[in-house]
């Protein structure tokens, strides 16, 4: 790959999953380049026109809201098994039954604590 440029390399099957993505990126990044009278190639993603990681990532990922209660769940020294709970159950994305019947792979919702009532959060 040395003195290589990166729109002439072909992927192998021994590639790594990551790299077989970076060149599938290839065609997506294409677009946002364009080509000067000097024919030299400018990174149109970056307001100084070079490649960056960053100009890069800000293309391909969708970006999302920022989660308001983000401080809260993780913070110094938190557990991330507690973290990860508690953001599932502030999103309403814990496994329970009730939820699981949703999907049919659960025929019960009853709760398995009290056998009494559907079981909520």
Same mark, same amino acid.
């Given at each position: 790959?040395?003195?290589?440029?990166?729109?002439?390399?072909?992927?192998?099957?021994?590639?790594?999953?990551?790299?077989?993505?970076?060149?599938?990126?290839?065609?997506?990044? /294409?677009?946002?380049?364009?080509?000067?009278? *000097? @024919?030299?190639?400018?990174? +149109?993603?970056?307001?100084?026109?070079?490649? =960056?990681?960053?100009?890069?990532?800000?293309?391909?990922?969708?970006?999302?809201?920022?989660?308001?209660?983000?401080?809260?769940?993780? /913070?110094?020294?938190?557990?991330?098994?507690? *973290? @990860?709970?508690?953001?599932? +159950?502030?999103?309403?994305?814990?496994?329970? =039954?009730?939820?699981?019947?949703?999907?049919?792979?659960?025929?019960?919702?009853?709760?398995?604590?009290?056998?009494?009532?559907?079981?909520?959060?």
């Amino acid at each position: 790959m040395k003195n290589a440029e990166i729109w002439e390399i072909q992927s192998c099957p021994m590639d790594s999953y990551e790299w077989k993505n970076i060149l599938a990126w290839r065609q997506q990044a /294409f677009v946002h380049m364009y080509e000067t009278r *000097s @024919y030299t190639w400018i990174w +149109a993603a970056s307001s100084i026109g070079s490649f =960056t990681l960053n100009s890069a990532w800000n293309i391909v990922r969708t970006s999302c809201p920022i989660f308001d209660l983000a401080d809260v769940v993780w /913070f110094y020294c938190h557990s991330p098994k507690i *973290s @990860y709970c508690t953001l599932g +159950a502030l999103h309403d994305r814990l496994l329970t =039954t009730t939820r699981l019947k949703n999907f049919p792979i659960v025929d019960n919702d009853i709760c398995v604590l009290c056998q009494d009532d559907i079981e909520t959060i």
